[in-house]
């Protein structure tokens, strides 16, 4: 019986951690942008691939650019009020997407963009570019 219990367990476990890992373009998008939501840009930045990787300095120069100019737009806009996944579009090879999403401000406005994913490791994260 203790065998069973602990077998359903780790399963549980492993259900749990599989469905928090970004598995989709959109799901990977949709967690990029609730960290922009709620402002924890460090957090977006963990979601980005880097090709040739990211040193712990150049995280913090790009976290303090991404912190000044995002959050200075946010604010402005009175806050990211919601926002919601659009198109996405995925490469034939299965390893690459864009995803368009619309962000709906505080004071009514809207901003329609996208982000180009890459699936790495299985995982799929915001592609910098770089």
Do not use: H
Not at 53 to 72: H, S
Not at 80 to 89: D, K, L, R
């Amino acid at each position: 019986m203790k065998k069973i219990f602990r077998l359903l367990s780790i399963a549980l476990v492993a259900l749990v951690f599989t469905a928090c890992a970004s598995s989709t373009p959109e799901a990977a998008t949709k967690k990029y942008l609730q960290c922009m939501q709620k402002g924890e840009y460090a957090a977006m930045i963990d979601q980005m691939y880097f090709k040739n990787g990211i040193t712990d300095e150049q995280k913090a120069e790009l976290l303090g650019m991404v912190e000044e100019k995002a959050k200075a737009e946010v604010e402005k806009k009175g806050g990211i009020a919601s926002f919601e996944i659009g198109e996405i579009e995925m490469a034939e090879d299965g390893k690459t997407a864009n995803v368009s999403y619309t962000l709906k401000y505080g004071d009514g406005s809207t901003k329609e963009d996208n982000e180009d994913l890459i699936q790495v490791d299985g995982k799929w994260m915001i592609n910098s570019g770089k």
